[in-house]
């Protein structure tokens, strides 16, 4: 499996950018449109994604609502292998399982269709989003993945918030290209 390169790395992490204050006060948005946008950058992680999962056995990639579907669509197309959504609440239009997760204040909700892996059995599939932070989201979704009868082999991040240690609560192993202190 090859590794980042610390060049390849920096391409990535310069292309993305630091949004103070966004959404609220204290926050440092990580801003992916300009990763999306520049086309050595893009390349850069995508053919790092496309090398380090083609050695895997995947059935499936699914990745979470909304950035998550960029990075997920992209790799799956480039492994040969089919796309899943794991969507907010409310926005699938077939019969779906749900799995709630909490929030500063209040909670939250992600949904899978029940028929998303198919008829492929225990399907082994990677979960892909852009940022891992405390790590609830990506516990819901993991979660919404064994909860239909697949298997979550690995959830892949483009960035982790290390000092939020979120990846401890993960029932799956985490990858995630870019660690952020
Ligand atoms: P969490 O559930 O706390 O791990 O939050 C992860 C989700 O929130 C991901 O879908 C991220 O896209 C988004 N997110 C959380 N913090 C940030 C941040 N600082 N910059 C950009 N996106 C974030």
């Given at each position: 499996m090859k590794t980042l390169s610390e060049e390849e790395k920096n391409i990535i992490l310069e292309s993305i950018r630091d949004i103070p204050?966004?959404?609220?006060?204290g926050i440092i948005f990580k801003d992916i449109t300009t990763l999306l946008s520049d086309p050595k950058a893009l390349d850069t992680l995508m053919t790092h994604l496309e090398n380090r999962y083609k050695s895997y056995d995947l059935d499936y990639i699914a990745g979470i609502d909304a950035r998550g579907f960029i990075f997920g669509a992209v790799l799956a197309d480039r492994l040969g292998l089919g796309f899943v959504t794991i969507r907010k609440?409310?926005?699938?239009?077939?019969t779906t399982v749900a799995e709630k997760y909490s929030l500063e204040y209040g909670f939250d909700e992600v949904e899978i269709h029940?028929?998303?892996?198919?008829?492929?059995?225990k399907a082994n599939v990677l979960l892909i989003d852009d940022l891992i932070a405390t790590g609830g989201t990506a516990v819901a979704a993991a979660n919404l993945i064994n909860k239909v009868g697949a298997v979550c082999v690995e959830a892949c991040f483009v960035?982790?918030?290390?000092?939020?240690?979120?990846?401890?609560?993960?029932p799956a192993p985490v990858y995630s290209v870019l660690e952020i202190d």
């Open positions: 204050d966004f959404p609220k006060p609440k409310g926005k699938l239009p077939y029940i028929d998303a892996f198919g008829d492929t059995e960035m982790e918030l290390g000092f939020l240690n979120g990846k401890k609560a993960l």
